[in-house]
């Protein structure tokens, strides 16, 4: 199998398109990455995630209600796209076992991102409505958001009425569950300014940590902002044991666990051309044979 991400057609002049690859192994499966795909509207766009981001809408949903779009912190629709391919791949190479013929699988970063974006591109494309950036609120849900505790934020999301009735009593304001303003979700999203003050003075009380603890405890889905070190540090906690060391190197562990096929681990992560001599002699032409 092959895979490449050069901009479309940029393979056909080496003799290292699909056609012609498929040409001469018609078994092969062959997956290109594009940014915009390889009609002509598309292909000699380049792609970047960031812009993608920027088309594609996500950045119009991310960020603060009154101030600018923001991208995400890592490069989502990048990521997407790799793993829309492999299952691309997964599914070309079940379907060669049955037939003995590879195919083209193509991606693109729009595609993957008008994908990804699930509940809110369906909403513009089935319903008319275009969303847009609320912050960390839910349109249609609260609490479902950052709540302020004495030494940073919790994410709290109080689903249907008894979560709600749950957190309340565990915040020691069991009356809030019976008030007619709060009594119902269409209720407390209605009136969500001014249960919102009333969560927030409760949770002032104690950090966030701690809030954890005693929430979930209760039943009511939450978690703490954390910074990245503190969300491998979790991970270890609740016994995902995340890292993985090979070579002296620690890097992310594989996230997919097999009953009865372990991922394995043989080589660390190369340093710069460490295998470019060997890749090099490689990709060389054969002297010998050319003497011939």
Not at 1 to 16: D, I, Q, S, T, W
Not at 114 to 123: D, E, F, I, P, Y
Request: with cysteine; aromatic share 6%.
């Amino acid at each position: 199998m092959v895979v490449e991400n050069f901009k479309p057609g940029g393979l056909a002049r080496f003799g290292l398109d699909y056609d012609t690859v498929a040409a001469t192994n018609p078994r092969v499966v062959y997956a290109s990455i594009s940014g915009f795909g390889s009609g002509p509207g598309g292909a000699a766009l380049p792609g970047y995630d960031l812009i993608v981001q920027a088309i594609s809408g996500l950045m119009s949903l991310t960020g603060p209600t009154d101030g600018e779009p923001y991208r995400a912190g890592v490069a989502v629709f990048d990521v997407m796209a790799g793993l829309h391919a492999t299952i691309g791949v997964l599914s070309a190479l079940n379907l060669r076992h049955e037939t003995g013929v590879g195919q083209h699988v193509e991606v693109n970063l729009l595609s993957s991102a008008l994908s990804g974006m699930v509940n809110q591109t369906s909403a513009a494309v089935a319903g008319g409505t275009v969303p847009f950036r609320m912050g960390n609120s839910h349109p249609s849900l609260f609490p479902y958001e950052p709540l302020q505790c004495a030494d940073g934020e919790l994410i709290i999301t109080a689903g249907n009425n008894g979560q709600f009735r749950k957190l309340v009593e565990v915040l020691g304001v069991p009356e809030l569950a019976d008030d007619p303003r709060f009594a119902r979700n269409e209720d407390r999203t209605a009136n969500r300014d001014e249960l919102r003050p009333l969560l927030v003075e409760q949770l002032s009380r104690k950090g966030k940590q701690e809030w954890f603890r005693e929430i979930i405890a209760a039943g009511v889905p939450c978690g703490p902002i954390n910074t990245v070190d503190a969300g491998v540090a979790f991970a270890e906690e609740v016994g995902l044991d995340p890292v993985v060391e090979v070579g002296g190197i620690p890097s992310i562990r594989n996230p997919i666990t097999f009953s009865a096929s372990a991922a394995s681990y043989r080589l660390p992560p190369p340093g710069l051309d460490e295998h470019g001599a060997e890749i090099r002699a490689w990709l060389a032409p054969d002297d010998s044979a050319s003497d011939d």
